[in-house]
């Protein structure tokens, strides 16, 4: 992993919604993400991990482009990535790609493998000919999946099969970061394995960056170098992922990792199903985890807390807490 920052990300947020109807009411408003800054560094795996509806899907699609932020700015390489979409969206395609939830259900029905893998090498490599003939074998064998499946439609293929065609589809065009999310998720758990360790092989051999999201808790411990976690559209604790694993210092990634279930495991916490959720819509003043957190004092509802490093913690665990675990 270098210490060159590839794509940071700085106070983001994104709204969906708002506005005023025509008689002068107001619309409501989601607010997804919610003032984030965030770094990726070259040649590292990120974990984001959270809850179902934290905003780690929004947080992937303002990465790649597909979802442009309400406020902030996202740089890639230095460069304001809204602007340079604006100029040329090819060219920040071929630097940042996306790899699904659902690998059947994001490859086109109606065409065959060849064409769909043949759409990123002519628009974004331009290649022809010869040359794409040769990449589209590259990126068969790299997947390890056999020439003849290119004449072939999605849906004759297994889960498993149609994630490896996902993988070779985000790497057509070259690109310097992948951003996957969820991609396991829709596995068999042997499957799983399989397509881990395949991502991992392909990172060491394509010189690759990954941002990995995913809510299961095992995986993003295996992949990542570190582990950012989110609620309710902030990132709450961020650091080394064998420092956060081992010692969690924010109450809600403490909580996610004793919620965790795990074969022997009989110290899982169960969560009042009374609790109190923040509202998307009306977003507290204070830290959204404070109707959930056992730490919590007047101050947690006044204003957020900073994300800042904490004693003890090393300079690289920044956590977003007025009352941090303490790990002794």
């Known amino acids: 992993m270098s210490d060159r920052t590839l794509l940071a990300i700085e106070d983001v947020a994104k709204i969906f919604g708002g506005g005023q109807t025509l008689f002068g ?19 590292e795996t990120l974990g984001i991990v959270g809850e179902s509806g934290c905003g780690k899907s929004t947080l992937a699609r303002l990465m790649i482009g597909l979802d442009l ?83 072939r439609y999605p849906h004759e293929f297994s889960g498993g099969q149609a994630q490896r ?19 396991v998720s829709a596995l068999d758990v042997s499957i ?6 395949l991502l991992d092989d392909l990172k060491d051999r394509f010189g690759l960056t990954y941002v990995f999201i995913s809510h299961d808790l095992s995986v993003v411990e295996s992949v990542s170098d570190r582990v950012a976690v989110m609620y309710f559209g902030r990132i709450a604790e961020i650091g080394p992922a064998r420092s956060v694993f081992a010692a969690p210092r924010h109450p ?8 965790a279930p795990a074969p022997g495991r009989h110290d899982l916490i ?20 404070h109707a959930r957190c056992p730490n919590a004092t007047d101050v947690c509802t006044s204003r957020h807390p900073p994300l800042d490093p904490i004693p003890g913690a090393g300079a690289d665990h920044l956590v977003a807490c007025y009352h941090p675990n303490d790990p002794t």
């Open 165 to 183: 065609i996902g993988i070779a589809r985000a790497l057509a065009a070259g690109p310097e970061l992948i951003v996957l999310d969820e991609p």
């Open 252 to 259: 809600y990634t403490d909580l996610l990792m004793r919620s």
């Open 69 to 151: 932020p309400t406020a902030g700015r996202i740089t890639l390489d230095g460069r304001d990535r809204v602007a340079e979409a604006k100029r040329d969206r090819r060219a920040l395609a071929r630097k940042v790609q996306y790899v699904f939830q659902d690998p059947v259900a994001s490859l086109n029905p109606r065409k065959t493998i060849r064409t769909i893998l043949e759409a990123p090498l002519k628009h974004l490599a331009g290649l022809k000919g010869d040359a794409r003939a040769a990449r589209l074998e590259e990126l068969m064998a790299a997947v390890n999946l056999a020439p003849e499946f290119l004449e």
């Open 192 to 197: 799983q394995a399989q397509v881990l360790n």
């Open 25 to 43: 009411t107001q619309k409501p408003a989601v607010h997804a993400v919610q003032s984030l800054s965030l770094d990726v560094k070259k040649g």
């Open 270 to 289: 169960p969560e009042d199903a009374n609790t109190e959720l923040p509202d998307p819509y009306n977003p507290p003043p204070g830290c959204a985890f």
